[in-house]
Nanobody, 123 residues
Framework: QVHLVESGGDSVQPGGSLRLSCAASGVAFSGNWMYWARQAPGKGLEWIST????????YYAESVKGRFTISRANARNTLYLEMRSLKSEDTAVYYC????????????????RGQGTQVTVSS
C-alpha cells in the first residue's frame, strides 16, 4: 500500500517562504518519478513540478518557475518543495503524487496522492 503524507503547510504573508515535505512509504521511492500538484479553492488540480528518480532533472510550471524548488532525499524516502516569494495566488492545497506506467512530465493523472497540506498566502 502506497502512502504519501505531506506536511509543512502554513499561513504566510506575501513574499514569505515555506518548505513542504512528503514522506513516502510502500513504494520503491528511489525508482519513481515524483510530482507536486495543487488545488486552489474552486479550481481543478494544477501540476506544478516533477522530479526524476535521481533528482538530477526537475521541471516546473511557468506559474512557479524561479520561485519553487523540488528536491528529494531518496535515503529518507522524502520529497520536498521549497517555496519562496509566495503570492496570494499560491494559496491552495498542495499534494505530492506518483504514477505508474509511462512517464509524463506535466500531468495531473496520478495513481497515488497524499491527503494534501494547506498553504495560505495572505496579508
Amino acid at each position: 500500500q502506497v502512502h504519501l503524507v505531506e506536511s509543512g503547510g502554513d499561513s504566510v504573508q506575501p513574499g514569505g517562504s515555506l518548505r513542504l515535505s512528503c514522506a513516502a512509504s510502500g513504494v520503491a521511492f528511489s525508482g519513481n518519478w515524483m510530482y507536486w500538484a495543487r488545488q486552489a479553492p474552486g479550481k481543478g488540480l494544477e501540476w506544478i513540478s516533477t522530479i526524476n528518480p535521481s533528482g538530477a532533472n526537475t521541471y516546473y510550471a511557468e506559474s512557479v518557475k524561479g520561485r519553487f524548488t523540488i528536491s528529494r532525499a531518496n535515503a529518507r524516502n522524502t520529497l520536498y518543495l521549497e517555496m519562496r516569494s509566495l503570492k496570494s495566488e499560491d494559496t491552495a492545497v498542495y499534494y505530492c503524487a506518483s504514477r505508474r506506467g509511462t512517464v509524463q512530465i506535466r500531468t495531473t493523472t496520478f495513481n497515488y496522492r497524499g491527503q494534501g497540506t494547506q498553504v495560505t498566502v495572505s496579508s
